[in-house]
C-alpha cells in the first residue's frame, strides 16, 4: 500500500513536503489513508486483502487515531514539525510493521 509507504517514512514525508510546498502535507497524509486506503466496513474492500493484512491496517489505524487524538488542536502541525515528535515516530514504526505484513503476504 502507497500510503502506508509514505506513512513509515519520515524521510519521504519531508520529501513531499519539499517537493509540494505549497500543500498542507499532514492533511493530505491524514486524508489519504482515512478518507482514500482505509474503508475497513466495505466488503469489496474486505474482500482486496487476506485476513493478517486486515488485521495490520487495522492496528495501525488505531495507532493513527491515537496519535491524531493526542495531537487535538485547531490546526496540526505542519509535517516538518509533526515528524520531530515521538508520537509521529511511532505512527512510523507502526506504519513499517503494517507493511512486513504485506511483504511476508507476497512472499507466500
Not at 513531499?16 to 510546498?21: G, H, M
Not at 475497513?40 to 487495522?58: T, Y
Not at 512510523?92 to 512472499?107: G, T
Request: hydrophobic share 40%; proline share 4%.
Amino acid at each position: 500500500m502507497q500510503e502506508l509507504q509514505l506513512l513509515s517514512s519520515i524521510e519521504e514525508q519531508l520529501e513531499y513536503q519539499r517537493n509540494v510546498p505549497h500543500v498542507n502535507i499532514t492533511g493530505e497524509l491524514i486524508c489519504a489513508w482515512f478518507d482514500d486506503s482505509y474503508w475497513p466496513e466495505d466488503k469489496i474492500f474486505i474482500a482486496g486483502f487476506s485476513e493478517e493484512e486486515l488485521k495490520a491496517m487495522a492496528k495501525f489505524n488505531e495507532v493513527y487515531e491515537n496519535v491524531l487524538a493526542s495531537n487535538r488542536v485547531e490546526e496540526l502541525p505542519q509535517i516538518t514539525t509533526l515528524v520531530q515528535t515521538p508520537e509521529w515516530a511511532h505512527l512510523a514504526q507502526a506504519a513499517r510493521e503494517a507493511l512486513n505484513v504485506f511483504r511476508h503476504q507476497a512472499d507466500k
